[in-house]
């Protein structure tokens, strides 16, 4: 529900944007990104040719860049056309991301981690007990048992930190995993799909909705979608 909310008010936003003075609609606006500089493609066109430039490449002078970036500059309709197929392969087949999720699940990994971060902070514990036991029965001074403790109290807290993180790596993957509620919405998609006559809204929305950014490596000549579920997809430039 959430995501079909947001795809709903997405429609609405790019339908404001869309009656303003945009001289070339560009699918992909706002979701490629540069794997070198960081920064985002725009789209441009000469009145023969559409494309998508690198902004750290062609105005890497006025973003203080040393250099001009190595981004290439992508075809219009050939990064379009690629992305939107990838959008429908799961839109058409939902069950993709079952399979896609199944394959990804690395919660028993995460698990054994954590298991293994809360032995050690238990073992920590029986350490400070055995310092106070030594200091007790004389074996040790007031100084060293103190100096003892800090170190044992930083091993402590940087193992905390670890454990904290892992399990919310744990609570992230498997809510990531839970992809009842994403299949729903994919075949939800389809609804916005069935207008006799696709409009550059509807396709817009569906990019905008499915898609978190789009990584283009000019070194590797490759594009990788980020789906919002957690997906990725690579394809050749």
Known sequence: EE???KAQEVLSANKVKIKGNVKKNYLLRGLLKCAHCGYSFSGAFTGKYVYYSDIGRYAWRSHRLEKPCIGKTLQQKWVEDTVWESCM??????????????SRDNS???????ALIR?????NG???QRLIDLYKAGLISLEAVTGEFEKVKAEKDMLQKQLDQLEYDL?????????????????QMQQLLESP????DVKKTV???????????????????????????????
């Open 3 to 5: 995501v079909w909310d």
């Open 89 to 102: 392969t799961y839109i058409r087949d939902p069950q993709l991301v079952v399979k896609s999720a199944k």
């Open 197 to 200: 006559t696709l409009d550059f």
């Open 171 to 187: 609570r992230t993957e498997k809510d990531m995993h839970d992809v009842s509620s994403t299949i729903s919405d994919l075949e």
């Open 119 to 123: 032995t050690k902070i238990a073992h």
């Open 207 to 237: 990019v905008d909705t499915m898609i978190e950014k789009i990584l283009v490596d000019s070194i590797a000549e490759t594009i990788t979608i980020h789906f919002a579920f957690g997906d990725t997809v690579t394809h050749k430039i």
């Open 126 to 128: 029986v350490e400070n």
């Open 108 to 114: 028993e990994e995460l698990e054994k981690e954590i």
